[in-house]
C-alpha cells in the first residue's frame, strides 16, 4: 500500500491549536512533536526526526500525536515510544508510520510493530500491540481506540487517512483537514461554535434548528467540549 504522502504533509495546525482540540496541557504538542529543553539538557521530539522548531504541525503529524494522547496517563514517559517509532520509520519508509496505512490496515503491519516493540523494549504500557487471550498479535486498547476513530479513504492502490474523532467514543465529531480548517465538527458546525452558544444560555433545541442539525448530534459537540475542557 502507498500512504498518502501530500495530505499528511500538509501544515495545518500551530502547537496551541493541537493540545486545545486533543485536551492536552499546555505546551504537550510542541514537547512531543519537536522536542524541548529543560536547563542545559534537550530532550528529542517523539513524533519528529529531530527538533525543526517548525511552528506549523502537518495533518501526519496531528494524527501521531492524537495517538500519543491515548497513552497520557500510562505513568511512563512517551519519549520512550521514539526508538520504536524511529524503527517504525526506517522499516516503513515513511515519515509518519504511525499514520501509515501499512501500520493500521494489513496484518503484517501489526506484527511488524510487535517485533520492534519486542527489540527496543519498550514497556508494556506503551504497546501499541499486544497478545491476546488466544495467543495472537492484537492492538492495544489504547491503539484500538486510535484505529476506530480513524476513517480511510482509497487512493490509487492505497489509502490515506482522511479524518480522525479526537474521542473515539464520540462518534458525531471528525476532524478532517481539509475542511473547516482542522478544527472539530459536527455535520459541517464547529463544535466550539455550538459550545460557545450553550454557554450564552442558548437551548440545544435552538441550536439544532438554527443549524439543521438533530438535538444528539448537538448534545455530542458539547458532550466532546466538555471531555476536551477536562482533560487538560
Known sequence: MADAVNLLDRPVYGFGQVDRILGLTPGTGRRWIDGYKRGAREFAPVVRPSATGDESVTW??????RLLSEYRDSGVPLIRMRPTILRLREELGTLYPLASARTWLVPEGRELVAEIQEQVGLESRLRLVVRNSQGVFDWSDEARDFSESAEWTSV????????LRPVASIEEVHIDPLRSFGEPVVRGVRTE???ELVRAGDSPAMIADLYELPVSVVNAAVRYELVRANVA
Open 60 to 65: 501526519g503529524e496531528f494524527v501521531e500525536t
Open 156 to 163: 490509487g492502490d492505497g489509502a490515506e487517512l482522511r479524518s
Open 193 to 195: 461554535i455550538i459550545a
